[in-house]
């Protein structure tokens, strides 16, 4: 394999969730960015529920990286909150088969794995569930994914001079 190949880049990553998530029947947005930058007001019903995902951290190690990237799976709910225990089971089940989804790319199941096989998704993963996290009534669960990912880091073919 050549360099290009065994380096998977924070783009990759991301480019990786962002085909997951839309890919997934229920979710309708996703969504990227600092999460102080997130406009819920600018969404409207059809963009719900939506996913948010941000690549917060990067370690680099001999021979990988590991990549942790927030997921966010959110819905909203009625003012009285009497559908709200049915968008945490239906939002859990999303985030459950968003982070599934890395898992079958990490072991070339899927049909477009663009990882294939050079990923480890840390396991076991913890979910949060939250309401009104933002200024309306938003209810889902939040995880934070850590990706470990193969890199070379070899000096001898670093771009220096």
Not at 11 to 36: C, L, M, N, W, Y
Not at 39 to 51: E, Q, S, T
Not at 55 to 70: E, H, K, P, Q, Y
Request: hydrophobic share 40%.
């Amino acid at each position: 394999r050549n360099a290009d190949e065994m380096n998977i880049s924070y783009k990759d990553i991301h480019d990786d969730i962002r085909t997951i998530a839309t890919s997934h029947e229920q979710i309708r947005k996703f969504i990227t960015g600092p999460v102080s930058e997130m406009d819920i007001g600018k969404l409207d019903a059809a963009d719900y529920p939506f996913c948010y995902a941000e690549l917060t951290n990067v370690s680099i190690d001999r021979g990988a990286m590991t990549f942790d990237v927030d997921i966010v799976v959110a819905q909203l709910i009625r003012d009285d909150y009497t559908d709200r225990v049915d968008a945490y089971d239906s939002t859990l089940l999303a985030l459950k088969d968003i982070c599934v989804a890395i898992l079958l790319r990490q072991s070339g199941t899927s049909v477009t794995s663009l990882l294939n096989n050079r990923i480890d998704l840390q396991l076991p993963l913890d979910c949060v569930p939250f309401t009104a996290r933002f200024e309306n009534d938003l209810t889902g669960w939040q995880s934070t994914i850590s990706i470990t990912a193969d890199s070379d880091n070899d000096l001898c073919e670093a771009p220096y001079a």
